[in-house]
């Protein structure tokens, strides 16, 4: 039984028969490991947010240019 790690739990190692290897596989849930490649931390913090856009200024009207008055 192959010994894997997953995209989705990369810090936790699991083993998995031959058939779910394949699929895993397949579907690019392994981690592909390079030697010496360290693996992230459980505990990792998430990446910061973007700040939300702010909305656009808008210029104040001119008085006597409204078609309103």
């Not at 490649?37 to 808008?58: G, I, L, M, S, Y």
């Amino acid at each position: 039984m192959p010994t894997v790690r997953t995209t989705m739990q990369p810090d936790k190692e699991i083993e998995v028969g031959d058939a779910e290897y394949l699929d895993l596989d397949r579907q690019g849930l392994l981690v592909k490991e390079d030697a010496g490649q360290d693996v992230p931390p459980a505990t990792a913090a998430p990446a910061t947010p973007e700040a939300p856009p702010q909305p656009a200024a808008v210029a104040p009207k001119k008085p006597g240019t409204s078609k309103e008055n």
